[in-house]
């Protein structure tokens, strides 16, 4: 594996707060929430005990052609909208198409393509269950389609592993990158299960919160009265490539990804480990790869779901990194805007993480009221200057399953 520099040169989401990349920097900077109450029939007929949910600011069937989103699943349509801003931030790069790879993930795939098709089979018969069903709703559609659509015939792959989904991704692409396996990765991640099955699962787990009454307010990472995550939807891509190749072209660059850890708790198959143990291998791991220490990380992008439980324990796993000084580094639980995007969120805070280091500022948490004193982050209800040197920030996502994934990435 050699020590070739990556950087990033394009970036795209469709997220709760924001149709694109920099709208949903805006919004985040400004302490928007993407969360509000679901309008469908179908939250009533359930009697649903969650009744919102932070959707995508815009659907993206109204972005593709329609012909194009009626073969897709939303998870694939959010992933080629992302894609193709991203490509195009990019100026969309002439590399050769065994030298164009895809990096990129889903928690779950295509449900909402599965649980339509079921509902038609039970209610219409076998005959009218569409013959693109399993290609839309397979979880490696996203990652099938990208290929399709850009030409990318260096490799095409997915990752599973929950909510630390897409920032495995982009460790992956990194190290593909290194191993000389392409020049350019578009690396990411995407999901859209806000449906009535996701919804009943995750609330019968006390996972998700029930401020009914105030959606907009209701994902409160390290309040002392958060009681649980906000489901959200969407997708972030990232361009990667060679420094060298980025320089040839004349790319602009935004940030270098410096590297990456992915471990695994083996301790629970939705609970994190309490002591944070994988998950501050994770971080060690990313620093390493980059050839730097805790010493020089100015600034976090946590994972921060505002779970009870899972807020403290990453608090815990990062203390164990950094000793005291976490207290010092201005951290950001962006999820607090934007609802927790599960497969899509790592790519989506990755992007926010970049945007950060290059405007020199952490982007505010919104909604928190009193501070938990088991979660003493250095949080902040407004944007923090990072200040004008150099800057190192990680990135953090762990995930059902016990995966843990963080990348680091350093300014330019």
Known sequence: MSNKRIVVTGIGASSPIGGTAPESWEALLAGASGTSTLE????????????????AKVRPDTVLERP????LDPSSQFALVAAMEAWADAGSPEVEPERLGIDFATGIGGLWTLLDAWDTLREKG???????????????????????????RAYARTVASACASSTESLVNAVEHLRAGLADVV?????????HPITISSFASMQALSRRNDSPETASRPASIDRDGFVMGEGAGVLILETEEHAKARGAKIYAAVVGGGVTADSY????????GTGAARAVHLALSAAGRSVDEVTHVNAHATSTPVGDP?????????????????????????????LGGTGALEAIFTVLALRDRVAPPTINLTEQDPAVPFRL??????????????????????GHNAVVAFESV
Do not use: C
């Open 313 to 341: 324990n990453e608090y815990v796993a990062l203390h164990s990194v950094f000793g005291d000084r976490i207290d010092e580094i201005p951290v950001s639980a962006t999820k607090a805007s934007t609802g927790h995007l």
């Open 40 to 55: 469908y029939d179908w939250v009533e007929k359930y009697s649903l005990p969650v009744t919102f949910a932070a959707q």
């Open 268 to 275: 629970h198959i939705t609970a994190n480990d309490p002591e």
């Open 126 to 152: 076998p005959r009218r269950v569409l013959p693109m069903t399993v290609p839309m709703l397979m979880p490696n559609a996203a990652a099938g389609n990208l290929s399709l659509h850009f030409g990318a």
């Open 186 to 194: 578009i690396a990411g991640g995407t999901e859209s299960v806000i």
């Open 380 to 401: 902040s209800g407004q944007p923090m200057p990072l200040g004008a040197g150099d800057q190192l920030a990680i990135s953090n996502s762990f995930g059902f399953g």
């Open 68 to 71: 194009v989103a009626k073969r």
